[in-house]
């Protein structure tokens, strides 16, 4: 169901940009690409999402391949805040009120 | 506090018992979607209303699991005859959107431990 594929983990230091990448060669032409986080013992939040274009906003950047079937998350300086699980999912614009499906994400770690 | 609100955060019940959960989503929000989530792993959907219509529920983990929107507003999510492995986090989210679905705003969940 997911549809993408993230590394597990990834390490960074505080202060320093981090590229979250994720993989998705089956995406559709539909499919929105959106990030989610989930600090430790909270829900997930929103992040950031995209389609074709490339998107900027006060958390992140999110750059699209020209393909599709690769983006990468791009956390400009991280805080130890940052620390948490980053899902990439694939959300089928056609079709209103989809739910996320979520996969396990990549667990970001960030040292002072 | 304007978010999405679960009630109870923490709940310790035994084996075979009826448990029920509780979400009130932010008061526009006409979707809310129920998942679980187990340790290690990210969230698992389990079934999504728009307004008091449940339009997905196939993925309900069992006929123990059963919700209801009544009118439209908050959500009850209610497990029978709990077991062991329904041990997890359940984890409340709402949106608000006619057309292409927007970002969901999650509760901070309720922990059911069945012991």
């Known amino acids: 169901d997911a549809k993408t594929t993230q590394p597990n983990s990834m390490e960074s230091n505080e202060e320093e940009p981090v590229h979250l990448p994720c993989n998705h060669s089956t995406i559709s032409g539909t499919d929105y690409i959106h990030w989610y986080r989930q600090l430790p013992s909270q829900g997930p939040e929103y992040v950031i999402h995209?389609?074709?274009s490339n998107v900027n906003n006060r958390m992140a950047s999110l750059a699209i391949a020209e393909d599709r079937k690769s983006s990468t998350l791009i956390l400009h300086r991280a805080t130890l805040r940052d620390a948490a699980v980053y899902y990439c999912i694939l959300r089928d614009g056609n079709q209103a009120g989809t739910a996320l499906i979520f996969g396990k994400g990549t667990t970001l770690s960030v040292s002072s | 506090d304007t978010g999405v609100s679960q009630d109870p955060r923490h709940k310790i019940t035994k084996r075979g018992q009826n448990v029920t959960f509780r979400c009130d989503p932010i008061s526009e929000h006409n979707r809310l979607y129920w998942y679980r989530q187990t340790l290690g792993q990210g969230p698992e959907f389990l079934t999504y209303?728009?307004?008091?219509?449940?339009?997905?529920k196939s993925r309900l983990l069992s006929d123990r699991f059963s919700a209801e929107r009544p009118k439209g507003s908050f959500s009850t999510l209610e497990i029978q005859r709990t077991e062991q492995g329904d041990s997890a986090m359940y984890l409340c989210?709402?949106?608000f959107g006619q057309g292409i679905a927007g970002e969901l705003f999650f509760g901070e969940g309720s922990r059911l431990t069945v012991l």
């Open positions: 209303f728009q307004n008091e219509a449940q339009l997905e």
């Open positions: 995209g389609l074709t």
């Open positions: 989210a709402s949106s």
